[in-house]
């Protein structure tokens, strides 16, 4: 797999964008010293009664932490978050209301900040401050009249108003053009709202042209640049590329592939006399796609379909038992194939979503404690 989030990186809104790989965290972690001083902080921090240990209670603060580290809604606001935090409250925990220990901290601690920072090596995130810059450029660019025209032709329809049109087209936009996710409600009601008010409104109910469109969109757009230009937007923005070059890695690696497939095929049942079912190929794979650079079955719906397919061709879906051998050919046969499905077509997937609280103070996770500042 590869990303994509450097192209963006380079540009005016992203310039002086963060990008966070996980770097930062292998290098705290891989620092024995450092991390040790680290976890000593924030295990003093937390544990205010001084017993040396952390109760639940006192533990909420650094799940709270991690949670705004993973991009989580605050605890509370959403059942399937909440879950979340539940299970990262029972890593520390081991599902026991029992204190944790300085050691048990710091081991739990670094499995998930590893954990964390392998995620984001795998998917970068790039951290763009939309100012309307990227836009205005967009709008007087060559390439302006020719890229409106073809999303108008998609969305043209007689019985809708103009400004149907131009908002449907606000939303067909991205980052790329200089435009944060119009989806999102503080960027519809804050930015986009008030450069409606741009347009001539006289001209609302006429009918839909693409002259008049390309004409009243333009003064829409210089509108929403003008909006940004007094109130940036924060978008973090990610890009994937699977093109199966993460699958043709494993499988070129006899070593790692064996490893890999043995790992993945431990967990899974057997028979009495050592067989398998080779309807748990799914469950397999999902097991192996990790180091395979394929994402979770069910993330992403285009990869689903290319890998629903991949099982048809092998008759992976049938319950029949089979040897281990057997099993791992199988699973090595569909990784070839994905491999060659997503090298024929890659699937590129891109997500932008509004940062609204600031950086620096969404997570202190990674942040030093006063007594790692202090002079």
Same mark, same amino acid.
Request: glycine share 8%.
């Given at each position: 797999m /590869?990303t994509?989030?450097?192209r963006?990186?380079?540009?005016k809104?992203?310039?002086n964008?963060?990008?966070l790989?996980?770097s930062?965290?292998m290098?705290?972690?891989?620092n024995?010293? !450092?991390? @040790?001083?680290f976890? &000593?902080n924030?295990?003093?921090e937390?544990d @205010?009664?001084r &017993?040396?240990?952390?109760? !639940?209670?006192?533990?909420? #603060?650094? $799940?709270?932490?991690?949670?705004?580290?993973?991009?989580? #809604?605050a605890?509370?606001?959403?059942?399937?978050s909440?879950?979340?935090?539940?299970?990262?409250?029972?890593?520390?925990?081991?599902?026991?209301?029992?204190?944790?220990?300085?050691?048990?901290?710091?081991?739990?601690l670094?499995?998930?900040l590893?954990?964390?920072?392998?995620?984001l090596?795998?998917?970068p995130? $790039?951290? *763009?401050?939309?100012?309307?810059?990227?836009l205005?450029?967009?709008?007087?660019?060559?390439?302006?009249?020719? /890229?409106?025209?073809?999303i108008?032709?998609?969305?043209?329809?007689?019985?809708r108003?103009?400004?149907?049109?131009?908002?449907?087209?606000?939303? %067909?936009?991205?980052?790329?053009?200089?435009i #944060?996710p119009?989806?999102d409600?503080?960027?519809?009601?804050?930015?986009v /709202?008030?450069?409606?008010?741009?347009?001539?409104r006289?001209g609302? &109910?006429k009918?839909v042209?693409?002259?008049?469109? *390309?004409?009243e969109?333009?003064?829409?757009?210089?509108g $929403?640049?003008?909006r940004?230009?007094?109130?940036?937007?924060?978008v973090?923005h990610?890009?994937?590329?699977?093109?199966g070059s993460g699958? %043709?890695?494993l499988l070129?690696?006899?070593?790692?592939?064996?490893?890999?497939?043995?790992s993945?095929?431990e967990?899974?049942?057997?028979?009495?006399?050592? %067989?398998?079912? %080779?309807?748990?190929l799914?469950?397999? *794979?999902d097991?192996?796609?990790?180091?395979?650079?394929?994402?979770?079955l069910?993330?992403?719906?285009?990869? &689903?379909?290319?890998?629903?397919?991949?099982?048809k061709? $092998?008759?992976?879906?049938?319950?029949?038992?089979?040897?281990?051998?057997?099993?791992?050919k !199988?699973?090595? /046969?569909?990784?070839g194939?994905?491999m060659l499905q997503?090298?024929?077509s890659?699937?590129?997937v891109?997500?932008?979503?509004? !940062?609204?609280? #600031?950086?620096?103070?969404?997570s202190?996770?990674l942040?030093?404690?006063?007594?790692e @500042?202090?002079?």
């Amino acid at each position: 797999m /590869e990303t994509g989030c450097g192209r963006l990186s380079r540009k005016k809104s992203g310039g002086n964008g963060q990008v966070l790989d996980g770097s930062n965290i292998m290098e705290l972690v891989g620092n024995d010293q !450092v991390f @040790t001083t680290f976890v &000593d902080n924030k295990f003093h921090e937390l544990d @205010t009664d001084r &017993d040396g240990k952390l109760s !639940v209670k006192e533990l909420q #603060p650094a $799940v709270a932490d991690i949670g705004a580290a993973l991009g989580l #809604p605050a605890h509370g606001t959403n059942p399937e978050s909440d879950h979340i935090y539940s299970e990262v409250l029972n890593e520390f925990t081991h599902g026991k209301q029992q204190k944790v220990s300085k050691t048990e901290f710091k081991e739990v601690l670094s499995d998930i900040l590893l954990g964390m920072a392998a995620g984001l090596k795998r998917d970068p995130i $790039v951290i *763009l401050r939309i100012d309307g810059e990227d836009l205005l450029e967009f709008v007087n660019g060559s390439g302006y009249e020719a /890229e409106m025209a073809s999303i108008f032709s998609q969305i043209e329809s007689p019985t809708r108003s103009l400004h149907a049109h131009i908002i449907e087209a606000l939303g %067909k936009l991205t980052v790329e053009q200089g435009i #944060p996710p119009t989806s999102d409600a503080w960027v519809l009601s804050n930015i986009v /709202e008030p450069a409606l008010l741009y347009q001539d409104r006289s001209g609302l &109910d006429k009918p839909v042209s693409q002259e008049t469109f *390309l004409e009243e969109f333009k003064v829409v757009a210089l509108g $929403v640049a003008n909006r940004l230009k007094e109130q940036p937007v924060i978008v973090a923005h990610s890009e994937n590329i699977f093109d199966g070059s993460g699958v %043709k890695r494993l499988l070129s690696n006899k070593f790692e592939l064996d490893k890999t497939l043995n790992s993945a095929l431990e967990t899974l049942p057997k028979d009495r006399n050592g %067989k398998m079912s %080779k309807e748990y190929l799914r469950v397999a *794979l999902d097991t192996v796609a990790p180091s395979a650079g394929l994402p979770p079955l069910g993330a992403i719906e285009e990869m &689903d379909k290319v890998i629903g397919e991949v099982f048809k061709m $092998v008759n992976a879906d049938e319950a029949k038992l089979v040897k281990e051998e057997e099993f791992k050919k !199988v699973l090595t /046969e569909i990784l070839g194939s994905i491999m060659l499905q997503l090298e024929g077509s890659p699937i590129s997937v891109s997500s932008n979503s509004v !940062v609204h609280e #600031p950086l620096d103070s969404s997570s202190t996770l990674l942040q030093p404690s006063s007594s790692e @500042t202090a002079p």
